[in-house]
């Protein structure tokens, strides 16, 4: 590796240079605000006469191409701006419409910056940026051809091209200012590893996404050959089918490869040392086939119209937690190990879960790892995948405290209890789409019109009460208004709230031609069918409406037992007393550990945090304090005298004579220094019979 400081023009000149930006880079990616900066920093070097550091462009020479070819690691963004805005320069002299001292200022920057006169049309042009950007620059060297307007390398250039033509500084100020600009040039050799060079920059300030590094990780140990077969064969496919959600695709693939969640910031990471042990092509070759499931389970893309529905449906209760665990699904049902009838099925269940553990405030922090092991768990009832739904239903069902999957009394209370006005408006919108639509053929895109504002929620009992209604509700009428006021007995749709604002139900109901009597809403017949909206109407439909829930959101009955019940899990951020249960294994970091007892799980534990960082437990064993942690670890077993304790390597013991309860307060401890959170252990308990 060679790096050197240089003017950036000096860089770019030479008739038979090419800059070539790989097609592991991420497409062009500066706006109009990059440029703006750009310029005014142009302006100000104009003024003060003095160089300007634009930062380092990181090449590899390719010493096998008939020119001085260049390939870009970092750099791409500023290399093609700069081209750029050489271009438009260019372009305002030929037309005549700016002017320069210099004669020949315009064949300088064509001939010397831009392209190779001596090449054909196919090949003068220096800078080669990705596929998908090519075209777009490309076509701004031909004037009389239609722009590529939706690409950001012609809106960069128009913006450029309507600047320099306001004369804050002249032509010839512009190009001595970018004569000032300065760079590292940073050239690498096919020896040097590009790839940890690459990461070395990127943590220094390079704002890359996780998807980003994953494609230069696949793509920059690949000869040039390679890079372009595996760039159309899966790498264009997988941008395609996630729609460009790089991260987020790979997210949920690493999800269901690893049994694990990684970190938003930790995608690339937990990539990387996937891949360690695996075939690049096999592994490409499984991307591909899951990128095309993300495909039809985020998009509502199958060619279900059923499942498409269902589809929309959970994505209005899921804040994603269970992708990962629906691209499995969707994996066997394309291998036809299930069939769509019970892929609707699953989904049903989903949903219901879902939306029951809403309606009862249930916390939403626990699904993630409910839905990271459901799959797993559904096979290792059997070891394989038949009676898949019902198995489903019974893991569902097993579920206790915070995962529990609400009873039908516990639902229902809350159901009609509930302050639905108070719920998020996607939540709302939910509700409202399948009590009106329910399992009905004929539907109404509740969702689209709501948020067109074609249609409102609105409250039969207005917010504000009249004389009038307070004198139909009764001498109760604060305690009334203050309880159903929100409840779902009390909302329904309309198009004409305005109309209808606090007016008396019978004028709601029986107002000319846009009265509840003329809704065209199914839930507003029932309505207008009342001659009066008091607490013994409101306590009907809430009944009413009970009814239409528990059939819609049902709960999951299911007659499947298995040979072996399943095992209960929990993680040890959960307040549970594990003390008299009888633990199988644990999961840490994407590892499965079978243990025998509490200390064979505490012991293993210590050894599994202890090869994560050796310098904790050192720390601690020669510390001269005799309280807190330090009390627990020591050199010699002798230390702790008769008392039991467990070595956790040659010269390190850890204490280890108390109780389950208190085995497990010492790893919480522990975890603060090891960085590690107590949701990330997970404990699997055998359930008592």
Same mark, same amino acid.
């Given at each position: 590796?060679?790096? &050197? ?19 592991? =880079? ?28 634009? *930062?380092? #462009?990181?090449?590899?020479? /390719?010493?096998?191409?008939?020119? !001085? ?31 320069? /001292? ?13 392209? &190779? ?31 590529? =307007? ?27 200012? #970018?004569?000032? #600009?300065?760079?590292? &040039? ?6 040097? /590893? ?21 494609? /230069?990780?696949?793509?920059? *140990? +690949? ?79 199958? $060619? ?65 790892? @409910?839905?990271?092991?459901?799959? !797993? &768990? ?39 209890? !509930? ?33 067109? *504002? ?13 004389? =009038? ?21 009390? +909302? ?5 709230? *305005?109309?209808?604002? $606090? ?5 709601? !109901? ?34 009413? +409406? ?28 959960? =307040? ?14 994407? @590892? ?98």
């Amino acid at each position: 590796m060679h790096g &050197d400081a240089k003017y950036l023009i000096r860089f770019l000149a030479g008739a038979d240079k090419r800059f070539v930006i790989p097609v592991y =880079q991420r497409n062009y990616a500066w706006k109009i605000p990059q440029c703006k900066t750009l310029y005014d920093d142009l302006i100000k070097i104009a003024a003060t006469k003095k160089q300007h550091f634009l *930062g380092s #462009i990181v090449s590899v020479y /390719n010493p096998d191409s008939y020119a !001085r070819e260049y390939c870009i690691i970092d750099g791409q963004q500023r290399l093609t701006t700069i081209s750029l805005l050489l271009l438009c320069m260019y372009h305002l002299l030929e037309k005549g419409i700016m002017t320069s /001292n210099e004669k020949r200022l315009s064949q300088k920057i064509y001939e010397e910056y831009l392209i &190779d006169k001596y090449q054909s049309e196919e090949t003068k042009i220096k800078l080669k940026p990705i596929e998908q950007d090519r075209e777009a620059f490309w076509l701004l060297f031909e004037e009389n051809k239609q722009k590529k =307007q939706d690409s950001l390398i012609t809106a960069n250039y128009e913006y450029f091209y309507k600047r320099i033509q306001q004369n804050e500084v002249t032509l010839d100020e512009l190009f001595e200012s #970018i004569s000032r #600009i300065m760079i590292i &040039d940073i050239s690498l050799n096919h020896e040097d /590893n590009a790839q940890m060079i690459f990461e070395s920059l990127n943590s220094t300030g390079l704002l890359l996404e996780e998807g980003d590094k994953i494609r /230069n990780y696949i793509f920059m *140990g +690949l000869s040039e050959k390679k890079q372009k077969l595996y760039y159309k064969k899966y790498w264009s496919i997988i941008e395609k089918q996630s729609h460009y959600d790089i991260t987020g695709f790979f997210k949920e693939y690493m999800t269901v490869k690893q049994q694990k969640i990684p970190s938003s910031k930790g995608i690339y990471t937990a990539f990387k040392q996937y891949m360690e042990q695996r075939d690049l092509q096999q592994e490409c070759n499984e991307m591909e086939k899951y990128a095309y499931l993300y495909d039809k389970l985020l998009f509502a893309n199958t $060619n279900a119209k059923k499942v498409n529905a269902a589809i929309e449906r959970w994505k209005k209760l899921d804040d994603n937690a269970a992708i990962a665990f629906f691209l499995e699904v969707f994996a066997l049902w394309q291998q036809k190990q299930l069939t769509e009838k019970e892929v609707l099925e699953i989904f049903h269940c989903v949903e219901c879960y879902l939306f029951r553990r809403a309606i009862c405030d249930l916390p939403w922090a626990v699904l993630p790892r @409910v839905f990271l092991f459901l799959h !797993r &768990d559904v096979f290792l009832l059997e070891n394989n995948f038949k009676d898949y739904v019902p198995k489903l239903k019974y893991i569902l069902l097993q579920k206790r405290q915070k995962e529990a999957f609400p009873s039908d009394e516990e639902f229902s209370k809350a159901f009609v209890n !509930r302050n639905i006005y108070a719920m998020p408006a996607k939540t709302k919108h939910y509700i409202l789409e399948r009590l009106e639509n329910k399992n009905s053929r004929e539907t109404k895109n509740i969702d689209d019109l709501l948020a067109e *504002g074609a249609c409102t929620i609105e409250h039969i009992m207005p917010q504000k009460l009249t004389r =009038q209604w307070k004198e139909d509700l009764g001498e109760n009428w604060e305690k009334i208004h203050q309880l159903w006021l929100h409840r779902m007995a009390n +909302l329904t749709l309309t198009a004409y709230n *305005g109309n209808y604002s $606090n007016r008396p139900f019978l004028e709601k !109901r029986d107002l000319k031609e846009i009265g509840l009597k003329e809704s065209g809403f199914r839930m507003n017949q029932k309505i207008a069918q009342k001659q009066k909206w008091t607490l013994e109407e409101l306590l009907q439909r809430s009944q009413e +409406l009970e009814k239409t829930a528990l059939e819609i959101w049902s709960f999951c009955a299911v007659c499947y037992r298995p040979f072996q019940k399943p095992l209960q899990e929990y993680t040890l951020e959960e =307040q549970y007393h594990f003390t008299k249960k009888h633990i199988v294994k644990f999961y840490f970091q994407g @590892v499965e550990e079978c243990v025998t007892s509490w200390r064979d799980f505490y012991e293993k534990m210590l050894i599994m945090l202890h090869e994560k960082d050796k310098t904790v437990l050192n720390q601690l064993a020669d510390s001269s304090a005799s309280e807190g942690l330090c009390s627990y670890v020591a050199r010699k077993k002798e230390y702790f005298q008769k008392q039991n304790c467990c070595r956790i390597s040659h010269n390190i013991y850890v204490a280890g004579h108390f109780s389950t309860q208190q085995k497990i307060n010492v790893l919480k401890k522990l975890f603060r220094l090891y960085h590690v959170e107590s949701d990330e252990v997970i404990i699997a308990l055998k359930q008592r019979e």
